[in-house]
Structures are given as structure tokens and as C-alpha cells.
């Protein structure tokens, strides 16, 4: 009866607050007190909840209260309580039933849980407990569902149970949960054998799925960047990655950059694309020595330029956890003004609760060993070959003399004849066993004795060294539910292959993550770097360069007559220069003329996650990247370009603050899942650079600015900030369709107060046409991805500061000059648009894999510096001009080739096409042409329908049938004009890409090659002037060559060529440093770039032993070369000019090593 | 509704901080404004500069005064001259003719009538030197980029002297010795007022003397008033008051190549000029020249390198023909 009346509360969680206000009630309830037993014994079976009640009720004087909804409720329960009391069984109903009870007095009020009860929590994560985080989970009734959060967790509303739940996550298999009643599910998802995708960092550092792109993106693992370690890990990027290009100088530090789909710009060293590191933009400027060019050190330079080392060559791979390279604007149009040339993001390792003490050591030690050498002769020896350093053609007898025979031999003047010791050229006599007076090491001047005339054939190579360097890596790595820690320490010592050059690195690492609370995560990065060079080898074409002394050393001359390096008794006085005053003596450019680095570099950010709701939430990140580099060189006396020493001393600090928010809000629908995020970014890029440096020494072999006899100093500061807000929209349709919409504005101090702030937008598209369209059983997955994007810049940040006119520095105390630079109150951003398209088609359960893109980015308003004619009062302008389109094709094709317990194959191969076009340049622009790069005998030009890295210099003058045209004299004429002579970019690359394994065996193989590109060679050019290589033996016995080709007629035509040239002159006069034609090479090749072979311990070794893991490999790198390029590497090219690496431009090569390493990784 | 209001906030904060954009883009290294004896030195050091280089890598080759027979590049000269043969020069002559405009300026603005003078005389010589090698070149439209004059029309060469002419008449009536010079002193002459209006008057004789073949300017009536006049048109009276920049070898006073004694290295004097010296029994022969070397290096008196060395070699038993003096002075 009263439980009847009860029955019309419609509001059980009022209930108890009535009971209060209706003291009735409780009277009413109090009747029946004495009915109350301590103890109730219940043993239920299948029985509704009301019959439960009514059962206590009976037994005791309590009574329940609760509404019809109950009444209705038709679950059954079993109950088996004895001798409990009421608080006891009350506990286990609530365990059981989703109600609650309150006790009051003898009332019990029966309500449903409370309403948050009815949201169903969760946790998704792997076979390996590690946190899904973007994993779907949905009702499978409504179609209402929602995302894991970072740690994996989930919270979802539930109307009613029961209710069915599918958990889904790209590359694991579906699950489907049916829970009756609501508890916290615990999910583990069993990765899928038909893997069709994984996690990929996109633009910000978010996580996707790669289901979803709509643009190309492609990752790299750690281990293929650690599987044979180059000392520069962006090394280990090539041929792995089509549409990438890495431009690089060679040397022990060996500075990279790394270009996506062409060069888009004009201006040649802004083609470099973003470095992203844990989300963060760094600028990868290359602070160099000074000289602002491969040849000669440039105009206001006499010195050489170093490597110093730029961002990416400092990063320590071992913390790489993966690269992801997003190839172009679509893919970086998030990071608006630097995104222009696409975006290399790298993602540090993070720790993870890992098995045992969860530490890892690593030791790695690679030689270096120089394996391919230009074809020098060493037939001839050392003398000019000409003029007065020709005997007489005739005898005294007026007999004629064989050429051989008129060529004589004298270092120093002699009874031989007149020194031929200066020459630089080896047109001198043949080694033949004969003798003449040559250089003394012991007299330092000639020898008292002919001596035996021989070649030193090893007197360039012996001159290097096995270059060795050792890598140690200690990192240890912890987490739990509440964060996680890793710390890492690394020590690299390099000894390069030229003596007493090489640099040591010392890395810390620190990552870690821990949640605060429910709702706010954090996270911290911090990474310093020490790098120090006690010696870092000069680059370039220059006096006192090493490449020069390789061009310049002749056949006979022994290298150890070097080695004292300065003369007896003159110690930093007087060096040992026997031969031309141009050459430098080998041994003081390794232990005199010194390129000191010490660098302390440090990047870090702290990141907060905080979850403001379900569906809200909200990053804050500050970060800093900064530098401080001191750069020391010290240039003794009696060298070529200073005769009385020099010191500098160049300090850079270089600090890089990024603050950023990024708001994401997840909704999920039926059909639709929708994510918002909304961002924004503020940079403070600050660049101080101080040089102080002291021309002439007043001791000696003392190097600071004390001693000096005029010292000078210079400041170079730049500041830039940039805000940026924007918006990322990804709209998910079913499963199978994606739309990612993004807009950013940024506002940007480089350019004039009104152009400061510009927008752009992008879209992107990814569409699984395999999820609708029935492509048949073999067809796993098939995607078209579409994207079109708008980026835009104001180029690179030393564009700066060109918005008003500003007085320069002159050496003259109290002196101030007028700019050569005009500036520009007009400056506008530059755009890049972009539009893509491509296909993923995977088959066999994925076994089968093809990606391919095609694209076209074309790129206007470029800012970029157009010459003025200097009558107009300036030399230069910074203006927007010009328009450059790539369009390109790339494919990457990989398969499971052969799969069985023991034994795997993986094959990929790579191949991609970038074709450059000049749409227009400025209008101005002087016959059309756009000169960016100017470095001894070749120029890259821009010209309208052109490529933007086209090689411009002078040609052989041919006649209408392509024959060259030759003067009288038997000189081949040259153009007068720079005309093209060939694209420094490949036609395609490709890359092929292997790995197998068998059983704990793992054996990777990579080779590569580019088809097509020109390169300029200043050496080739240089050693044939000089007779130095082994094509220069050609008219030796002779001494007399005839040029192939043609002499002009007076009435027009033309007839064969018969004057000949002296073997000196014809070398001289068919490749001087102005024909570029003739030094131009072919810069195909193949290489043999990787091989590693990998032995793992098995578990039942380990399980004997405390290790958890035992790997042991041994690798090769560049073990192999097929190429036409004459000298050392068609790849590395050395500083053609300024801040830019250009691959088409050989200025002075050094050696590039074949590497080979051993690894040894242990985890326990 | 927070959301909106977190966007408005950033919109706003972020234009905000815009406003100190300006002083960011500022070069702290450099300066807005400069003085009037600010290019003073650098001017009259690059001119001289490029004086010398002329002189030694075109005029004298080309005169056959002497030439280059062989150097570390292999380049011997051979009368091979490609399209921008005087790039360089024309580059170097109205960088400096900017510098000058800027001196100009500064001087009227600060109310400094010496270094005006300065300026309009270091201006007319140099664009003395500019018609001299060219002909017709820009003069009216030069120098006016600033004003969206980025090509220049040519002006003809008759109107470039007037304006020399005009332009030293009107700097002359400048000088003021009152009038002070309150800049580092110059390399030249030392901030001397009297001194720079004998340059100036004696630039202008000098440039008269160029013209006097052409009667419509009078050349000869002009230099008649100037001489005869020494009060108003003070003149170099002796060779101590020449204009010779010393290069010092202290910094910046540097030789223009790397090391001073590289003038003569490689480089000859020719048959055609040594013959003449010869043929004078010229005293000067000693101090330009070096002797000609046999192959044991012993002298063989004055002998000039044939124009043609590379057909026409010298005799056999001499090595090397009479040199430039490694020290001209």
C-alpha cells in the first residue's frame, strides 16, 4: 500500500529531500520499527528487482521507495546473502543493479545512478598496453561516438543499457562490445594482419591517420635513419623519400638542406624546406665563415669558406623517433609563411613503459674510407710545356729534336736550363729514368745531385686518412598511467678523413610527460648540444683550401718534403712552399690554419594539454631553439693571402622563441565526425653575429685581436616576428570520405606596415573509393587523395630590413656609405599555389603498395633581388618578380614480396620527376635573364621558358652543323654571351629500397641514382688546364694537338680545322675556367648507398642473461659509384656562393668517403 | 560562446602586437642618416682604387704599355675582351657618383658649403672619367632610383661637360676657409679648405685642356680667366700638392690586390714600349722596369715581350723579358 503511494514521486532524487519536508512520512514509516531485525538472509534466484524488495521487506521493517520506471524494470537478479545486515545487502544491490539506495531512518529510496553513471568510460590500447589515442568508438545503435584522447581514453554517453559498442583504429582489428550494464572497459585491439594504415605526425605535430590525408606524406622510421648512420643523419634520407633532394657539402659536419619538388624560388637559398622538430619551426640558416663564395672567397672575402654546421646536422638521430616529410604546400600550409617548400617535421623520442630497467645502450663505429679518386696521370711531370721552357726545336746540327727531348727539367736555375720549379702545370717531361736537379727537402732549395726523375704516384692520397668516428648512446626510458621519461646521452667523436680535422658531440635529451590531473597533461622537451671542432677544414677554391692543393700538387713532388711545414729555423715565419707562391703547403692547412668551432646549442619546448571538456581541448606550447656559436680562425704567416697572418673571431646567438595555442574540438555524429582546431603562433627570431678580426699579426703565431696589427669589427643583427592565427577543419564522412579545410593569416615584420598581414587557405580531400565501389577480393585499400593550397612568405628572414634606406659600414673610421641595395616600401608576400593529386592502391591484403602524386606548385611575387643599372644610383632591388612553376610525378612502390616464417622480402621502389619552368620574371629583367648564382665559370640563370636551375656560361662557337669553329690560329672560338648549357637538376630520381629478413637475420640494401643534371666542374677544369689528368695524355709524344672542328672560309663556309696547338695551349685554350661547356658533366650516376646486416638475439639467448634486447649489425654507406662525374662525387658540390648549396656547381670538391660501421645496440 | 570569445581576443592581441613590428624590422646595425663627411674617405679611396686597377689590368695591356704573360690562372692576356669589359668600371664610378649625390646633400642640409664643394668637384671628375671612357652616358636621370628612374637615358657628352664645367665654377665660389670642416680628416688633403679649391680649379684647368680642340666651349678663354685670376682660382703650384693618395699599408689604406708587390707579377712590358724607352735612351727605363733574364738569370738589358708572344716568342737563350717593378710608388 505505501508502496503504491510512493509510486506517484516521479522524482526519485527529490525523494529525500521530501521525506525532510514531510515529517508525515516518516511517522507513517515508523509504525512498522518494530518489525526491524539486525540480520537478513536472502538466497534469490532470477527474480526482478521488486520481488527482491518486497523478499526484505518482508523480512524486516524497512521499507523501499522508489517510482513505476522501476516497476517496469524486467532484469533479473541472484542474490545469496546470509546474515547480513542491511548496509551489506544494500551494497551488493547497488553492485549489481544500476540504482542506488539511501537509508533513512527505515525508508530506503530507490534512484537510478547518477546521471554522469550514465557515461561509459574507457581506455583503448595496443597489444603492447601502449595508448590508442584517435581511436574511434561508437554506438553501434545511434551511430553517436566520439575519439580517444592522447592517453587513449574515452568517455562516451550511454542512454541505456544494454547498448553495443564498436571500437575501431586504422591498422587494428574492429571490436564489438556489448555490455549490459555500464562498468569502465578496459579495450586491447589486436593489430590487423591487413595493416592498411598507421598513425602519421602531420603539419602542428597532430596525429592522423593516413586513411585520411589528402596530400602526400610519407615517414621515416628511426631505424632507417640508424640502420647505417651517416655523420649527418638527413644523409640517411636519400633515395628513400621521391620528390627529395638533398643538397650537401661533403666534410666532417657536412651541412644539408633538403629540397622538396624542385626549387621553387629564384633566389637560390630559399628552396630549403621547413625543419620542424616536436612542432616547432627552426630556421635553418647556415652561419658561415665570411666568404661568400667557393671561388677565391668571393669579392670581399680572401679567405675560404667553412661548414660550420647548420640546425639539422647537430641533431643526434639516436632521439629521432620518426620523420615525416610533408612534401608540399597542402601538406605544410599550416605553417603558412614557411611552408612554402613543404616540411620536414621530426619527432623526438618520447619514453614508454619499456621491459627491464628499460635502458639502451648503443655503440656505433664507422671508418671512413675514400675509395673513388679523379684520374690523375702521373706520366709527365711538373713544367709548363711552352714558350722558353721548350728546348730549341732544332739542334746545333739544325737536326730536328723529338718533342720529348726539347722538354727539361730545373727546379731552381741550372746548368739544365732555367727553373721550370714555378710552373703549376705538369706538361713537363715523361718520367723515364732520367735525372735532374730537383727540390731538396734537406737543403730546402735545389739539390747538389740530378736526382732520379720519378713520379710520387700516392702524393695526393696518402695525404688522407681513414676517417673514424665513434658513437655512444645511453638512453633510459620509464612510464606508467601517469607519464612517462626518457633521457638520452650521446657522445660522437669524429676524426674526418683530412688530418687533424673532425669535430666531438656531446647530446642530452630529456623527455617527459606526466598528467597533472584528469585533465591537464604535460609535456617538456629539452635537448642541448655541445659540438666542438678543433679543426674544421677549409671549403672551396682557394689558396689555402685543401681541393686547390689536390688540383695543384704536381706528379713529381714528394708530399712528406711538406710535412716540416715551416723551414729550419723559421717556425711561423717561413713556410715550406718550394714550388709556386700560389700553393700553400698541405700540412699547415691541417695544423696551422685552423677553423675552430664551440657550440652550445639548445631546443626545448613545455607543452600543456588540457581538456576543457569531452570535446575541447585546449595545447599551450613555448618553446625555444637557441645557439650560441663561437667560430674562431686563425691564418698563419706566409701563406698566399695573408703574408702576415690574420685572425677572426665570429660569435653568433641565435635565439628562436615560438608561443603557440591550438584549440581542437572533436564532434562526432552519425555519419560524420568532425575536428576543429583553431591555433595560433607568435615567433621572436632574434640573430646577432659579431665579428672581430685582426689583418697582420704582430707576433707570430699568437691569434687574438691584441696582437694584431689593425683589427676591425662588424655587427650583423637581424630581428623578425611573425604572428600567425589559422584553422584546421577535418570532416571525416563515414569512414571513407575526408575533407580537411585550413585557413592562416599571418602578420609579418619582414614586409612594409601594409602588406603585413595576408591569408591563405587550403583544401584537401581524401576519398577511400574502396570502401563503396567493390574492386574485387584482391584489392585491399584504394584512396584518391586531391589537394590545392595557397602559401606565401616574404622569403628568406636576411630579407629583412629592406623596407628603408639604411647607411653601411665602411673600413674608414668615422665613415658611413650610401646602400647599393635599393629598398622597397612596397614589398608584397610571395604565393605559392599548389594543387596535387594522388592515388594509394594497396592489394594482396596490402602486400601489394602504390602511392603515386602528380603536382604543380607554382610560385609569384617572389621576393628576390633584380640588378639595377648602377647609373641608377643602386646595384640591386629587392622586388616581387617572377613566377616558377614545378610540376612533378612521384611513385613509390612497395611490396611484401616473399613472406613465410623464416625468411620476408620488402621491396620499395622510389622514382620521382620535377620539371622547373620560369613562367616570367620581372619585367626589367635585363635580356630576360635573372642571374641568381655567379661562382667561377658557371652561372645559374633564370631565363622565361627556362628552368629555374639552368646553367648559363660560355660555350664552343659552333657553326649550323654543331661542329666548334676554330680561329686561325687553331683556337676554338668561344660565345660571347653566357648561353644554356643544361639543367642542374635531374631528369628523375629513383631509389630502391630492400629488406630481408631470416629468422634473427635482417640484411637492408639501398641503392639510388639520379638520371640526368648537369654539373660545372671548376677542378676538372683546372687539373686539365694543368695537364693533370689522365685525358690530358693525349699529343704528349707529339706536344702537338689539332682541335676537332672547323675554320670559316672568307666566303662563308667552312673547312676542317688543321692548325694544330701545343699540347699546353690546347688544354688551356679548349677548357679555361670561362668554357663552361667544355667542364660540364653528366651528373647521372647510381649509387650503392646502403647495406646493413642486422643479427638479434633470440628470447631464449636473452632469457638466460639480464638483457632484454642484443642486436648486432655492420653497414657500408656510398660503397659504390657509377658515374661520368670526373671528380670525387656527382652529389656533393661543395659552397658554390653565399648561404646556398648548389649541386650543379663543383667549386672545389673534397673527397667523399665510402663509410663503414658497426652497431651494437643493448636493452636491458 | 567561449570559443568566439577566445577568437575575438587572439584577433585582437595578435594585431596588437603588430605594433612594435616597426621596431623590429629597424637595422640596429645601420644608420638612417649620414653626415656630410660621412663618404668623404671611402669615396676618394675606391676612386683612387679604381684608378689603379684601369691602369693596370686595361689600360696598359691595351696601350701596350705592358701585358700579362701567364699568371696562376693561366689567363695570359690576349686581347680577348668579353661584352662587360668595363663593367667594373662604370659600376665602381656611379656607386661613387651616389655616394657623392648623398654628400651633396648633407652638406646643404647642415649648412656645410666646403663638403658641398668636395662633393660637385669629386662628382665632376668622376663623371669626367665616365665620358672620357664612354662617351654619352647618364648624367640628368642618373642616380634617381629612389624615384622610379630605373633606367636612365644616356646624356650627350657635350652636356656632361657643361655641366662638369658649371658644376666646378659653382664649387670654387663655395669654399669658405671660415667656414669649418668638422669631420674626420680626409685622406686626401687633410680637411684643408684652400688645398681642396686648388683641386677643384686645377681638375677644371685640366678638363678644359681635354675640351680645347672643341671651340663652341670656349676652353681657352675660360683657362685665360682662370690663370690670370689666382686669387678667385687658386691652383697646385708645386708637385707636393698633387693629389696622390698614400697607400700606407695601414688599414683601410690598403693596396688595391692583395699584396702590393703583386703589381708586377706576371706582367711585362712590351716590345712596342720598351723599344721606345730604348730608342729615347729613356732615364725612367730603370725604375719602371726590371732587366730581361736569360735562363741562368743573368740580365740582358731592356727587351720587351712581343705583343704577339705566343707566335713570336722571344730568342731562346732569354727567359723572361723586362718585368714591372714589383714597387711602383
Redesign the interface.
Known amino acids: 500500500m505505501k508502496t503504491k503511494l510512493q509510486k506517484l514521486i516521479k522524482l526519485p532524487y527529490l525523494f529525500l529531500g521530501l521525506c525532510l519536508l514531510l515529517p508525515g512520512i516518516s511517522t507513517f514509516n515508523s509504525f512498522a520499527a518494530e518489525k526491524s531485525v539486525s540480520a537478513i538472509d536472502l538466497a534469490i534466484r532470477n527474480k526482478t528487482l521488486i520481488e527482491i524488495f518486497e523478499t526484505i521487506e518482508s523480512q524486516t521493517a524497512y521499507n523501499f521507495i522508489y517510482d513505476t520506471k522501476i516497476t517496469q524494470d524486467a532484469a533479473k537478479y541472484n542474490i545469496n546473502i546470509s546474515h547480513k545486515d542491511i548496509q551489506s545487502v544494500l551494497k551488493q544491490l547497488e553492485n549489481l543493479s544500476p540504482y542506488t539506495f539511501r537509508l533513512y531512518q527505515h525508508s530506503i529510496s530507490v534512484k537510478y545512478q547518477e546521471e554522469q553513471q550514465l557515461i561509459l568510460k574507457g581506455n583503448v590500447r595496443d597489444s603492447q598496453n601502449i595508448p590508442l589515442p584517435g581511436a574511434s568508438v561508437l554506438i553501434k545503435s545511434s551511430g553517436v561516438g566520439t575519439t580517444t584522447d592522447f592517453d587513449g581514453n574515452f568517455s562516451l554517453e550511454v542512454s541505456n543499457f544494454p547498448v553495443e559498442i564498436q571500437i575501431s583504429y586504422m591498422g587494428f582489428e574492429t571490436q564489438l562490445i556489448k555490455l549490459e550494464t555500464n562498468r569502465v572497459l578496459e579495450v586491447t585491439l589486436q593489430e590487423s594482419d591487413n595493416a592498411l594504415s598507421e598513425v602519421v605526425i602531420t603539419a602542428l605535430g597532430i596525429k592522423r591517420e593516413e586513411k585520411k590525408l589528402g596530400y602526400a606524406q610519407q615517414s621515416i622510421s628511426n631505424e632507417s635513419l640508424t640502420a647505417a648512420r651517416p655523420n649527418n643523419w638527413s644523409e640517411a634520407l636519400r633515395g628513400k623519400v621521391p620528390g627529395l633532394n638533398i643538397n650537401g657539402l661533403g666534410g666532417p659536419v657536412g651541412s644539408q638542406q633538403i629540397v622538396l619538388r624542385g626549387n621553387a624560388s629564384l633566389d637560390p637559398s630559399n628552396n630549403a624546406a621547413l625543419i620542424v622538430i616536436d612542432g616547432v619551426p627552426i630556421q635553418n640558416e647556415f652561419p658561415g665563415s665570411g666568404a661568400s663564395n667557393g671561388y677565391m672567397g668571393g669579392s670581399a672575402s ?1 679567405d675560404t669558406p667553412v661548414d660550420f654546421g647548420n640546425a639539422i646536422a647537430d641533431l643526434n638521430p639516436e632521439d629521432i623517433a620518426s620523420v615525416s616529410v610533408l612534401k608540399g604546400p597542402a601538406a605544410a600550409a599550416l605553417y603558412g609563411y614557411q611552408g612554402a617548400n613543404g616540411a620536414v617535421i621530426i619527432t623526438t623520442k618520447s619514453g614508454k613503459k619499456a621491459k627491464g630497467l628499460g635502458v639502451t645502450f648503443s655503440s656505433n663505429t664507422k671508418i671512413d674510407i675514400i675509395q673513388r679518386w679523379p684520374d690523375w696521370q702521373y706520366t709527365y711531370g711538373q713544367g ?1 710545356g711552352k ?2 721552357y721548350l ?2 726545336a732544332t739542334d746545333e746540327n739544325g737536326n730536328p729534336v723529338a718533342y720529348n727531348d726539347r722538354l727539361y727539367y730545373s727546379y731552381g ?1 741550372s746548368e739544365d ?2 727553373s721550370t720549379g714555378g710552373s ?2 705538369a706538361f713537363g717531361p715523361k718520367f723515364d729514368g732520367q735525372y735532374y736537379f730537383q727540390y731538396d727537402p734537406e737543403l730546402e732549395g735545389q739539390s747538389a745531385e740530378r736526382q732520379l726523375w720519378r713520379p710520387y704516384k700516392d702524393n695526393r692520397k696518402d695525404y688522407w686518412r681513414t676517417g673514424v668516428t665513434h658513437t655512444q648512446n645511453v638512453a633510459v626510458q620509464g612510464g606508467g598511467d601517469a607519464g612517462n621519461m626518457r633521457a638520452s646521452l650521446t657522445h660522437t667523436k669524429n676524426e674526418w678523413i683530412m688530418p687533424n680535422t673532425g669535430f666531438e658531440q656531446l647530446s642530452l635529451s630529456l623527455n617527459a610527460s606526466h598528467r597533472i590531473s584528469e585533465k591537464i597533461k604535460m609535456q617538456g622537451v629539452a635537448n642541448y648540444r655541445n659540438k666542438t671542432s678543433d679543426n674544421l677544414p677549409g671549403q672551396g677554391y682557394n689558396n689555402h683550401s685543401i681541393a686547390y692543393f689536390m688540383i695543384f700538387q704536381n706528379p713529381n713532388v714528394n708530399l712528406d718534403w711538406y710535412k716540416p711545414i715551416w723551414k729550419k729555423d723559421a717556425d711561423q715565419l717561413d713556410m715550406i712552399r718550394p714550388y ?1 707562391s ?1 700553393i700553400d703547403n698541405p700540412y699547415a692547412m691541417a695544423y696551422e690554419i685552423i677553423n675552430a668551432l664551440d657550440q652550445h646549442a639548445f631546443t626545448g619546448n613545455l607543452n600543456t594539454q588540457i581538456k576543457l571538456s569531452p570535446s ?1 581541448e585546449l595545447m599551450l606550447r613555448g618553446s625555444i631553439n637557441m645557439y650560441n656559436k663561437n667560430m674562431r680562425q686563425e691564418r698563419p704567416y706566409d701563406i698566399n ?1 695573408y ?1 702576415r697572418g690574420y685572425y677572426r673571431k665570429t660569435n653568433v646567438f641565435k635565439n628562436e622563441t615560438n608561443l603557440d ?1 591550438l ?1 581542437t ?1 572533436t564532434k562526432q555524429f552519425k555519419n560524420w565526425n568532425l575536428t576543429g582546431n ?1 591555433g ?1 603562433n ?1 615567433l621572436d627570431y632574434q640573430y646577432l653575429r659579431q665579428d672581430s678580426w685582426a ?1 697582420g699579426l704582430e707576433i707570430p703565431g699568437q691569434y687574438n685581436l691584441v696582437n694584431g ?2 683589427t ?1 669589427t662588424s ?3 637581424g ?3 611573425v ?3 589559422y584553422g584546421l577543419l577535418n570532416i571525416a564522412y563515414r569512414g571513407y570520405l575526408f575533407i580537411d579545410v585550413t585557413a592562416r593569416n599571418d ?1 609579418n ?2 614586409l612594409p ?1 601594409k602588406n ?2 595576408y591569408f591563405f587557405p587550403s583544401i584537401n580531400s581524401g576519398f577511400v573509393f574502396s570502401e563503396i565501389i567493390d574492386l574485387g577480393q584482391s584489392v585491399s585499400f584504394a584512396k584518391l587523395r586531391g589537394s590545392w593550397a595557397q602559401v606565401g612568405g616574404a622569403g628568406q628572414f636576411a630579407n ?2 629592406k ?16 646602400p ?1 641595395s ?1 629598398y622597397n616600401t612596397n614589398l608584397k608576400p610571395e604565393i605559392t599555389t599548389s594543387t596535387e593529386f594522388g592515388l594509394d592502391w594497396r592489394m594482396f591484403k596490402s602486400r601489394l603498395k602504390l602511392d603515386l602524386s602528380v603536382y604543380e606548385n607554382i610560385s609569384k611575387n617572389q621576393i628576390l633581388s633584380t640588378p ?8 640591386n ?1 629587392l622586388i616581387n618578380a617572377g613566377k616558377v612553376r614545378n610540376r612533378g610525378v612521384e611513385v613509390l612502390l612497395s611490396a611484401t614480396a616473399l613472406k613465410s616464417q623464416n625468411f620476408s622480402w620488402n621491396t620499395t621502389l622510389t622514382w620521382s620527376k620535377n620539371e622547373g619552368k620560369v613562367l616570367s620574371l620581372h619585367e ?1 629583367a635585363e635580356n630576360g635573364q635573372l642571374e641568381m648564382l655567379s661562382s667561377s665559370g658557371a652561372k645559374l640563370m633564370a631565363v622565361e621558358g627556362g628552368s629555374p636551375t639552368a646553367l648559363f656560361g660560355r660555350a664552343y662557337l659552333r657553326n649550323e652543323e654543331g661542329q666548334v669553329i676554330y680561329d686561325n ?1 687553331g683556337a676554338p672560338k668561344m660565345t ?2 653566357s648561353v644554356y648549357i643544361g639543367d642542374t637538376q635531374p631528369k628523375w630520381i629513383a631509389g630502391f629500397i630492400n629488406k630481408f629478413a631470416y629468422k634473427n637475420f635482417d640484411l637492408n640494401l639501398v641503392i639510388d641514382g639520379k638520371y640526368g643534371g648537369k654539373i660545372y666542374s671548376h677542378t676538372h677544369h683546372k687539373l686539365t ?2 695537364g693533370k689528368l689522365k685525358h690530358t695524355l693525349k699529343g704528349r709524344d707529339t706536344g702537338e694537338l689539332i682541335g676537332k672542328g672547323v675554320v670559316e672560309n672568307p666566303d662563308g663556309s667552312y673547312s676542317e680545322n688543321t692548325t694544330p696547338l701545343s699540347i699546353a ?1 690546347y688544354y ?1 685554350l679548349h677548357y ?2 670561362a668554357n663552361t661547356e667544355a667542364n660540364s658533366f653528366d651528373g647521372s650516376f647510381v649509387k650503392l648507398r646502403e647495406i646493413s646486416l642486422g643479427y638479434s638475439f633470440g628470447r631464449q639467448f636473452l632469457a638466460k642473461s639480464f638483457l632484454t634486447d642484443l642486436k648486432l649489425s655492420i653497414y657500408g654507406r656510398n660503397l659504390a659509384v657509377i658515374s661520368d662525374f670526373p671528380i670525387y662525387d656527382p652529389e656533393v658540390a661543395g659552397i658554390a656562393g653565399g648561404s646556398s648549396m648548389h649541386p650543379g656547381v663543383e667549386v672545389g670538391q673534397m673527397p667523399v668517403p665510402a663509410e663503414y660501421g658497426f652497431n651494437l645496440k643493448v636493452s636491458f | 560562446m567561449r570559443k568566439f570569445i577566445l577568437i575575438t581576443l587572439t584577433v585582437i592581441g595578435l594585431n596588437a602586437c603588430t605594433k612594435d613590428f616597426e621596431e623590429t624590422n629597424t637595422d640596429p646595425n645601420k644608420l638612417t642618416e649620414i653626415t656630410a663627411g660621412s663618404v668623404l674617405n671611402p669615396v676618394l679611396y675606391e676612386l683612387a682604387k679604381r684608378n689603379a686597377y684601369t691602369v693596370r689590368n686595361l689600360s696598359a695591356p691595351m696601350m701596350q704599355m705592358f701585358i700579362q704573360t701567364d699568371d696562376y690562372i693561366n689567363a695570359p692576356f690576349l686581347y680577348s675582351f668579353t661584352q662587360n669589359v668595363g663593367g667594373s668600371m662604370w659600376n665602381a664610378y656611379y656607386k661613387q657618383i651616389n655616394n657623392l649625390n648623398e654628400m651633396e646633400q648633407a652638406a646643404i642640409r647642415e649648412g656645410l658649403p666646403n663638403y658641398e664643394a668636395i662633393a660637385l668637384s669629386l662628382k665632376a671628375y668622376t663623371y669626367s672619367l665616365l665620358t672620357d671612357t664612354f662617351g654619352d652616358v647618364p648624367m640628368v636621370e642618373a642616380g634617381q632610383a629612389e624615384n622610379g628612374v630605373f633606367y636612365p637615358s644616356f646624356t650627350p657628352q657635350k652636356e656632361i661637360y657643361e655641366q662638369i664645367f658649371k658644376d666646378l665654377s659653382y664649387a670654387n665660389s663655395l669654399y669658405d676657409p671660415e667656414s669649418p670642416m668638422p669631420y674626420v680628416p680626409d685622406i686626401l688633403f687633410n680637411n684643408d679648405v684652400l688645398h681642396w679649391q686648388k683641386f677643384t680649379n686645377s681638375l677644371h684647368l685640366r678638363l678644359l685642356l681635354r675640351v680645347s680642340n672643341r671651340p663652341e666651349l670656349q676652353a681657352f678663354d675660360k683657362l685665360k680667366q682662370m690663370l690670370n685670376d689666382p686669387v678667385q682660382y687658386p691652383v697646385f703650384e708645386s708637385n707636393e700638392e698633387q693629389a696622390v693618395i698614400e697607400i700606407t699599408g695601414i688599414p683601410p689604406l690598403l693596396s688595391p690586390w692583395d699584396r702590393p708587390q703583386d703589381f708586377g707579377v706576371f706582367r711585362y712590358y712590351t716590345a712596342f714600349f720598351i723599344d721606345r724607352l730604348n730608342e729615347w735612351d729613356d732615364p725612367r727605363r730603370a725604375i719602371f722596369a726590371s732587366e730581361a733574364k736569360g735562363l741562368n738569370n743573368e740580365n740582358y738589358g731592356y727587351i720587351g715581350e712581343p705583343i704577339d708572344y705566343l707566335n713570336e716568342s722571344l730568342a731562346d737563350s732569354i727567359a723572361t723579358a723586362s718585368g714591372v717593378q714589383k714597387f711602383i710608388s
Do not use: H, I
Request: proline share 5%; no cysteine.
Open positions: 680572401n709548363s714558350g722558353s728546348k730549341p736555375a736550363g732555367n703549376s702545370s709556386s700560389y575541447l693571402r703574408a595555442f584549440l574540438y583553431l595560433g607568435r689583418e696589427t689593425e676591425f655587427e650583423y643583427d630581428f623578425n616576428k604572428n600567425s592565427l602578420w615584420s619582414m606596415k603585413q598581414s629583412r630590413y623596407t628603408q634606406k639604411y647607411y653601411g659600414r665602411s673600413d674608414f673610421p668615422g665613415a658611413a656609405v650610401a647599393g635599393l639595377l643599372p648602377q647609373s641608377s644610383g643602386y646595384s632591388m626589367n690560329k660571347d654571351n688546364q694543368q695551349n688551356n679555361p675556367l
